[in-house]
Nanobody, 115 residues
Framework: QVQMLESGGGLVQPGGSLRLSCTAS????????MGWYRQAPGKQREFVAE???????ASADFAEGRFAISRDSAVNMINLQMNNLKPEDTAVYYC?????????WGQGTQVTVSS
């Protein structure tokens, strides 16, 4: 059974940076697509960024120029470097992995941007 484990959330001031990490365990092969979603209080979960096993990435408009996703496919790990954080980035960030075997979600890690 594939499990996604996130780390790296926390409290940061506006303009600060955080780095989120996610490792997928229990998969015998590289997971095709791994990425990040987020859900703010009272809002629907939204796409943040994703990256393929081949290194092709995509990100939401709000993430362009501020967030960068990277991947180590050998160990099914991704990172999300978030810079110039804003209060509206406050949310629970979820790691996602999907391929022919299914769609996998982590438990989420809280990111709070506040002064």
């Amino acid at each position: 059974q594939v499990q996604m484990l996130e780390s790296g959330g926390g409290l940061v001031q506006p303009g600060g940076s955080l780095r989120l990490s996610c490792t997928a365990s229990g998969s015998a092969t590289s997971i095709a697509i791994m990425g990040w979603y987020r859900q703010a209080p009272g809002k629907q979960r939204e796409f943040v960024a994703e990256i393929s096993v081949g290194g092709v990435s995509a990100s939401a408009d709000f993430a362009e120029g501020r967030f960068a996703i990277s991947r180590d496919s050998a160990v099914n790990m991704i990172n999300l470097q978030m810079n110039n954080l804003k209060p509206e980035d406050t949310a629970v960030y979820y790691c996602n992995g999907r391929d022919h075997a299914g769609d996998f979600w982590g438990q989420g890690t809280q990111v709070t941007v506040s002064s």
